[in-house]
Protein backbone atom coordinates (compact mmCIF):
# COMPACT_ATOMS: atom_id res chain seq x y z
CA UNK A 1 0.00 0.00 0.00
CA UNK A 2 1.46 3.52 -0.87
CA UNK A 3 2.22 5.78 2.31
CA UNK A 4 -1.23 7.96 2.37
CA UNK A 5 -3.47 5.23 0.85
CA UNK A 6 -5.51 2.90 2.50
CA UNK A 7 -8.44 0.61 1.40
CA UNK A 8 -11.50 -1.55 3.16
CA UNK A 9 -14.03 -3.97 2.18
CA UNK A 10 -14.61 -7.33 0.49
CA UNK A 11 -11.82 -8.56 -1.98
CA UNK A 12 -8.58 -7.29 -3.19
CA UNK A 13 -7.30 -4.01 -2.61
CA UNK A 14 -4.69 -2.09 -5.11
CA UNK A 15 -1.98 0.37 -3.92
CA UNK A 16 -3.85 3.19 -3.97
CA UNK A 17 -6.46 1.77 -1.82
CA UNK A 18 -9.03 0.89 -4.86
CA UNK A 19 -11.06 -2.22 -4.40
CA UNK A 20 -11.38 -4.46 -7.01
CA UNK A 21 -14.85 -5.50 -6.74
CA UNK A 22 -16.07 -2.30 -5.78
CA UNK A 23 -15.14 -1.44 -9.18
CA UNK A 24 -17.09 -3.71 -10.79
CA UNK A 25 -19.92 -2.12 -9.53
CA UNK A 26 -19.46 1.36 -10.34
CA UNK A 27 -21.75 2.62 -13.38
CA UNK A 28 -20.27 4.54 -15.62
CA UNK A 29 -21.59 7.45 -16.18
CA UNK A 30 -21.21 10.07 -19.41
CA UNK A 31 -17.69 9.81 -19.71
CA UNK A 32 -18.15 7.76 -22.61
CA UNK A 33 -19.98 10.01 -24.77
CA UNK A 34 -17.97 13.26 -23.53
CA UNK A 35 -15.13 11.24 -24.96
CA UNK A 36 -16.69 10.15 -28.09
CA UNK A 37 -17.99 13.33 -29.12
CA UNK A 38 -14.29 14.68 -28.52
CA UNK A 39 -11.74 12.40 -30.57
CA UNK A 40 -12.40 11.00 -34.21
CA UNK A 41 -14.06 7.94 -34.47
CA UNK A 42 -12.42 4.65 -34.36
CA UNK A 43 -9.30 6.10 -32.89
CA UNK A 44 -6.66 4.47 -31.16
CA UNK A 45 -7.06 5.37 -27.06
CA UNK A 46 -4.62 4.67 -24.49
CA UNK A 47 -6.37 4.74 -21.39
CA UNK A 48 -4.28 5.59 -18.66
CA UNK A 49 -5.54 4.09 -14.90
CA UNK A 50 -8.35 1.80 -16.82
CA UNK A 51 -9.26 -0.58 -13.75
CA UNK A 52 -11.37 -2.58 -14.24
CA UNK A 53 -12.49 -1.31 -17.52
CA UNK A 54 -15.90 1.06 -16.02
CA UNK A 55 -14.89 3.41 -19.48
CA UNK A 56 -12.81 1.17 -21.70
CA UNK A 57 -15.77 -1.69 -22.46
CA UNK A 58 -18.21 1.53 -23.23
CA UNK A 59 -15.65 2.84 -25.22
CA UNK A 60 -14.88 -0.62 -27.41
CA UNK A 61 -18.36 -0.87 -28.04
CA UNK A 62 -18.47 2.74 -29.77
CA UNK A 63 -15.92 1.24 -31.88
CA UNK A 64 -12.65 2.33 -30.59
CA UNK A 65 -9.61 0.30 -29.64
CA UNK A 66 -8.22 0.35 -26.94
CA UNK A 67 -4.54 0.16 -24.77
CA UNK A 68 -5.63 -0.48 -21.32
CA UNK A 69 -2.99 0.41 -19.01
CA UNK A 70 -3.39 0.07 -15.06
CA UNK A 71 -0.31 -0.41 -12.20
CA UNK A 72 -3.26 -3.74 -10.52
CA UNK A 73 -2.89 -6.97 -12.32
CA UNK A 74 -6.20 -8.13 -10.15
CA UNK A 75 -7.94 -4.53 -12.21
CA UNK A 76 -7.09 -6.38 -15.36
CA UNK A 77 -7.97 -9.02 -14.94
CA UNK A 78 -11.44 -7.96 -15.58
CA UNK A 79 -10.97 -6.04 -18.74
CA UNK A 80 -12.43 -8.01 -21.89
CA UNK A 81 -11.66 -7.03 -25.33
CA UNK A 82 -8.85 -4.38 -24.84
CA UNK A 83 -4.73 -5.07 -24.93
CA UNK A 84 -3.67 -4.56 -21.41
CA UNK A 85 -0.22 -3.79 -20.00
CA UNK A 86 0.23 -3.78 -16.45
CA UNK A 87 2.59 -1.01 -15.27
CA UNK A 88 2.74 2.44 -13.82
CA UNK A 89 1.64 5.20 -15.65
CA UNK A 90 4.77 7.48 -14.77
CA UNK A 91 7.26 4.98 -15.65
CA UNK A 92 5.21 4.08 -18.83
CA UNK A 93 7.38 4.00 -21.95
CA UNK A 94 5.82 1.84 -25.13
CA UNK A 95 7.58 3.34 -28.23
CA UNK A 96 4.02 3.98 -29.28
CA UNK A 97 2.18 6.77 -30.66
CA UNK A 98 -2.09 6.64 -30.12
CA UNK A 99 -5.01 8.75 -31.54
CA UNK A 100 -5.54 9.83 -28.27
CA UNK A 101 -3.95 9.56 -24.59
CA UNK A 102 -6.69 9.34 -21.77
CA UNK A 103 -5.89 10.29 -17.94
CA UNK A 104 -9.48 9.84 -16.00
CA UNK A 105 -10.26 9.23 -12.77
CA UNK A 106 -8.74 12.46 -11.22
CA UNK A 107 -5.35 11.11 -11.41
CA UNK A 108 -3.84 14.30 -12.63
CA UNK A 109 -4.84 15.38 -8.90
CA UNK A 110 -2.55 13.08 -7.05
CA UNK A 111 -0.81 14.24 -4.40
CA UNK A 112 2.76 13.44 -5.22
CA UNK A 113 3.88 16.41 -7.72
CA UNK A 114 6.67 13.85 -9.12
CA UNK A 115 4.49 11.06 -9.69
CA UNK A 116 2.03 14.16 -11.52
CA UNK A 117 5.05 15.31 -13.85
CA UNK A 118 5.47 11.84 -14.45
CA UNK A 119 2.01 10.77 -15.92
CA UNK A 120 1.90 13.92 -17.65
CA UNK A 121 5.07 13.13 -19.48
CA UNK A 122 3.79 9.68 -19.93
CA UNK A 123 1.01 11.32 -21.88
CA UNK A 124 3.16 13.44 -23.94
CA UNK A 125 5.24 11.18 -24.92
CA UNK A 126 2.64 8.49 -26.22
CA UNK A 127 0.38 11.00 -28.06
CA UNK A 128 0.87 11.28 -32.09
CA UNK A 129 1.11 14.06 -34.16
CA UNK A 130 -2.06 15.91 -34.58
CA UNK A 131 -3.37 13.74 -31.73
CA UNK A 132 -5.02 14.91 -28.39
CA UNK A 133 -4.96 13.96 -24.62
CA UNK A 134 -7.99 14.21 -22.61
CA UNK A 135 -7.83 14.76 -18.92
CA UNK A 136 -10.70 14.67 -16.30
CA UNK A 137 -10.22 17.08 -13.50
CA UNK A 138 -11.80 17.32 -9.71
CA UNK A 139 -14.97 19.73 -9.74
CA UNK A 140 -14.01 23.14 -8.19
CA UNK A 141 -15.63 22.60 -4.97
CA UNK A 142 -14.33 18.70 -4.53
CA UNK A 143 -12.59 19.72 -1.05
CA UNK A 144 -15.03 22.29 -0.14
CA UNK A 145 -18.43 20.86 -0.53
CA UNK A 146 -17.50 18.15 2.60
CA UNK A 147 -19.22 15.69 3.62
CA UNK A 148 -21.17 14.96 0.37
CA UNK A 149 -23.20 12.09 -0.41
CA UNK A 150 -25.21 10.56 -3.81
CA UNK A 151 -27.47 8.07 -3.77
CA UNK A 152 -27.07 6.52 -6.90
CA UNK A 153 -30.12 5.01 -8.85
CA UNK A 154 -29.54 1.30 -8.66
CA UNK A 155 -29.08 1.56 -5.14
CA UNK A 156 -25.66 2.18 -3.48
CA UNK A 157 -24.37 5.75 -1.83
CA UNK A 158 -21.12 7.04 -2.27
CA UNK A 159 -19.99 9.72 0.09
CA UNK A 160 -17.06 12.01 0.55
CA UNK A 161 -16.45 11.50 4.34
CA UNK A 162 -14.00 13.59 5.00
CA UNK A 163 -10.85 15.75 3.33
CA UNK A 164 -8.28 16.74 5.79
CA UNK A 165 -4.54 18.87 5.55
CA UNK A 166 -2.11 16.25 5.17
CA UNK A 167 0.82 19.07 4.24
CA UNK A 168 2.24 20.72 1.19
CA UNK A 169 -0.94 21.01 -0.11
CA UNK A 170 -2.31 18.25 0.13
CA UNK A 171 -5.44 17.02 1.73
CA UNK A 172 -6.54 13.70 2.50
CA UNK A 173 -9.90 12.16 1.16
CA UNK A 174 -11.72 9.90 2.44
CA UNK A 175 -14.63 7.69 0.39
CA UNK A 176 -17.20 6.18 1.85
CA UNK A 177 -19.64 3.17 -0.56
CA UNK A 178 -22.27 1.98 0.88
CA UNK A 179 -24.24 -1.37 -0.48
CA UNK A 180 -27.12 -3.25 0.56
CA UNK A 181 -25.00 -6.48 0.88
CA UNK A 182 -21.43 -4.58 1.15
CA UNK A 183 -19.40 -1.81 2.23
CA UNK A 184 -15.99 -0.07 1.03
CA UNK A 185 -13.78 2.70 1.97
CA UNK A 186 -11.06 4.04 -0.13
CA UNK A 187 -8.22 7.23 1.67
CA UNK A 188 -5.79 8.76 -0.56
CA UNK A 189 -4.02 12.07 -0.87
CA UNK A 190 -5.14 14.50 -3.24
CA UNK A 191 -3.83 17.94 -4.41
CA UNK A 192 -6.22 20.41 -5.52
CA UNK A 193 -5.13 22.39 -8.79
CA UNK A 194 -6.29 26.24 -9.77
CA UNK A 195 -6.91 26.75 -13.42
CA UNK A 196 -3.87 28.18 -13.43
CA UNK A 197 -1.80 25.14 -11.51
CA UNK A 198 -3.06 22.72 -13.80
CA UNK A 199 -2.43 24.69 -16.91
CA UNK A 200 1.37 25.64 -15.67
CA UNK A 201 1.71 21.24 -14.83
CA UNK A 202 0.43 20.87 -18.63
CA UNK A 203 2.95 23.42 -19.70
CA UNK A 204 6.01 21.91 -17.73
CA UNK A 205 4.97 18.52 -19.83
CA UNK A 206 5.19 20.06 -23.04
CA UNK A 207 0.92 20.15 -23.35
CA UNK A 208 -1.71 23.14 -23.65
CA UNK A 209 -5.16 23.12 -23.56
CA UNK A 210 -7.20 23.10 -26.84
CA UNK A 211 -10.51 22.84 -25.06
CA UNK A 212 -12.79 23.03 -22.01
CA UNK A 213 -15.10 20.29 -22.94
CA UNK A 214 -17.59 20.37 -20.35
CA UNK A 215 -19.16 23.80 -18.88
CA UNK A 216 -17.66 22.69 -15.01
CA UNK A 217 -14.05 22.32 -16.42
CA UNK A 218 -13.53 18.85 -15.39
CA UNK A 219 -12.87 17.24 -18.63
CA UNK A 220 -9.71 18.98 -20.63
CA UNK A 221 -8.58 17.99 -24.15
CA UNK A 222 -4.91 19.34 -24.43
CA UNK A 223 -2.33 18.79 -27.24
CA UNK A 224 1.37 19.09 -27.85
CA UNK A 225 2.61 22.41 -26.73
CA UNK A 226 3.47 24.57 -30.38
Given at each position: ???????????????????????????????????????????????????????????????????????????????????????????????????????????????????????????????????????????????????????????????????????????????????????????????????????????????????????DGMWVRAVAAA
Open positions: MREGYEGTGPGAITPDGCAVELYTRLPVGDEPDIIAEAVPAGAHILELGSGVGRMTHPLLERGFTVTAVDESAAMLARVRGARTICAAIEDLDLGEKFDVVMLASFLVHTGDEEVRAGMLRTCARHVAEGGCVLIQREGADYHTNVPRERVDPSGFTVRIASVEPAGNGVNSVRAEYDFPDAAWTQTFLARPLTKEEFESALTEAGLEVDAYLTP
